[in-house]
């Protein structure tokens, strides 16, 4: 048999911390490894699965794209996406009027820079601390952990950090000199926190004040994942510019970038050679139409209230805090959290860390009762078995 995980960790640079598991197959909630050993997916890429592994409405979509046409540069119009923007534009419910297309979250936030600084005239951004906004050379320079950046320094100049969640000294960081403000409505990598209400309204009223752009990172949050479409919902405030990415393709490459009216980039200053190919586009289509029709963003709210009701964190002294919002679940230990992700692998389920300290678990969107019991039953069992 060969060894996929050999191959990997030989040939691929050391950027990952292999778990030693190859998966190979994938349907609904459900992956495969190459042992044929089977395991509830609550890890879905990241949070890119929402609709599920294999989904069979993205992959007609992407199967009959293939057939048609793949690529199309942005200085031709198409009709994969064309009709994707016209649908993004309905699917978003805030005051939107421009986007662009790209490749991932990370792109999605280079653009944001470039459109702050060239809209603006101005230099510098705000991030949050603990916040992580990707690893290209402007989005780590917005991300707060050092173990992301040192390595790089220099980055990109006229970053910022405050801290999350404490409305006054994020305010105070906010000046005529800030180009935008980077915010997370639940930040992931940082340990699944979401945001208070009254944090996110004083920092969009200070953007208002100094003619910042607030600028929101749903790359995680977005599609359903939180119990809205978008996380910002919770917050009813209105983004200069959103950002898209993960489940936005149902598991194709995509991100997008979206600005409201009065922003824009003048022809030369952005482009991408795969951004808005008919394929990514196709996907997307048939992402938000699954999300639309079985309301996978009212499932995740509902599953998430099951979430709370079947566990308990004071039955393990081990739990220090149980944060959620929708399916996009954080439960922080006073301990290292990877030994129990390995018992809940052995028990057939795969959830991830935020941060050393947190198992988190985004399943996807349609994953049946069933799985989701089983799931929670696994995290419960290692909780009580390892230590």
């Known amino acids: 048999m060969t060894d996929f995980n050999a191959i990997e960790e030989s040939r691929s640079l050391s950027?990952?911390?292999?778990?030693?598991?190859?998966?190979?197959?994938?349907?609904?909630?459900?992956?495969?490894?190459?042992?044929?050993?089977?395991?509830?997916d609550c890890v879905t890429g990241h949070g890119v699965a929402n609709v599920g592994h294999a989904n069979p409405r993205v992959a007609e979509a992407i199967a009959k794209q293939s057939r048609t046409l793949t690529t199309?540069?942005?200085?031709?119009?198409?009709?994969?996406?064309?009709?994707?923007?016209?649908?993004?534009?309905?699917?978003?419910?805030?005051?939107?009027?421009?986007?662009?297309?790209?490749?991932?979250?990370?792109?999605?936030?280079?653009?944001?820079?470039?459109?702050?600084r060239a809209n603006t005239g101005r230099e510098n951004f705000v991030a949050a601390m603990r916040a992580f906004h990707g690893r290209t050379m402007g989005a780590v320079s917005a991300t707060h952990k050092s173990d992301y950046r040192d390595a790089f320094a220099p980055l990109v100049p006229g970053f910022r950090h405050a801290p999350f969640n404490n409305a006054e000294k994020f305010v105070a960081a906010i000046d005529e000199t800030v180009a935008g403000v980077f915010l997370e409505p639940v930040q992931g990598e940082g340990g699944v926190r979401p945001a208070d209400e009254a944090f996110v309204r004083a920092v969009r009223e200070r953007c208002d004040e100094t003619g910042a752009l607030l600028i929101m990172d749903e790359a995680q949050t977005g599609f359903g994942r939180t119990g809205k479409r978008f996380a910002t919902e919770y917050f009813d405030v209105d983004p200069d510019v959103l950002l898209l990415a993960k489940a936005i393709g149902g598991g194709v490459p995509m991100g997008a970038t979206m600005v409201r009216a009065g922003l824009d980039l003048t022809p030369g200053k952005h482009g991408s050679t795969f951004g808005g190919n008919p394929l990514a586009c196709a996907a997307s289509l048939a992402t938000i139409d699954e999300i639309l029709e079985r309301g996978?963003?009212?499932?995740?709210?509902?599953?998430?209230?099951?979430?709370?009701?079947?566990?308990?964190?004071?039955?393990?002294?081990?739990?220090?805090?149980?944060?959620?919002?929708?399916?996009?679940?954080?439960?922080?230990?006073?301990?290292?959290a990877k030994p129990y992700l390995e018992h809940m692998a052995t028990n057939g389920v795969l959830a991830m860390t935020a941060g050393p300290?947190?198992?988190?678990m985004l399943p996807p969107l349609t994953i049946e009762i069933e799985e989701f019991d089983r799931a929670i039953d696994a995290l419960d069992e290692a909780l009580r078995e390892v230590g």
């Open 296 to 336: 996978l963003d009212k499932r995740a709210a509902e599953l998430g209230e099951r979430f709370d009701e079947r566990f308990d964190p004071a039955r393990h002294d081990v739990v220090r805090e149980r944060r959620r919002l929708g399916l996009m679940i954080g439960v922080e230990l006073k301990t290292k």
């Open 72 to 116: 199309c540069s942005g200085v031709f119009a198409n009709d994969a996406r064309a009709k994707l923007l016209e649908k993004l534009f309905d699917f978003v419910p805030f005051a939107m009027e421009k986007a662009f297309l790209g490749n991932s979250g990370a792109e999605a936030v280079e653009a944001a820079i470039k459109i702050a």
């Open 357 to 360: 300290t947190v198992i988190r």
């Open 15 to 40: 950027c990952y911390v292999k778990r030693g598991v190859a998966l190979v197959r994938g349907e609904g909630a459900r992956v495969w490894d190459d042992r044929g050993a089977e395991y509830i």
